[in-house]
């Protein structure tokens, strides 16, 4: 049960398999915001992760948010708050020209 909502907390991700604490889990909450801010920056979108929240904010430039809970739901909030098909395996956009 979580302490601060009184919800039960929400299962790992496989992501997170062999981690032994909570604060190794934490950790690989914050890396995995960094490695998506790394790949969304340059769309102009913004990840963040505060630890406390459940899931991963997904954002625009502009404001805009979208709260996912997994990683395979990250793509779709993306399509959606960029308008457009997104393949996070393009190359960044700065690049191209």
């Not at 907390?9 to 950790?27: I, Y």
């Amino acid at each position: 049960m979580c302490t601060a909502c009184g919800f039960p907390a929400r299962p790992g991700l496989w992501t997170e398999a062999g981690l032994e604490g909570p604060g190794d889990r934490l950790r690989a909450r914050f890396l995995r915001a960094q490695i998506l801010q790394r790949v969304l920056r340059p769309h102009g979108l913004t990840a963040h992760d505060d630890g406390q929240t459940a899931g991963i904010q997904i954002g625009t430039l502009s404001g805009a948010r979208q709260i996912v809970d997994t990683v395979p739901e990250i793509w779709p909030a993306v399509e959606a708050l960029l308008g457009r098909p997104f393949d996070p395996l393009d190359p960044d956009p700065r690049d191209e020209g």
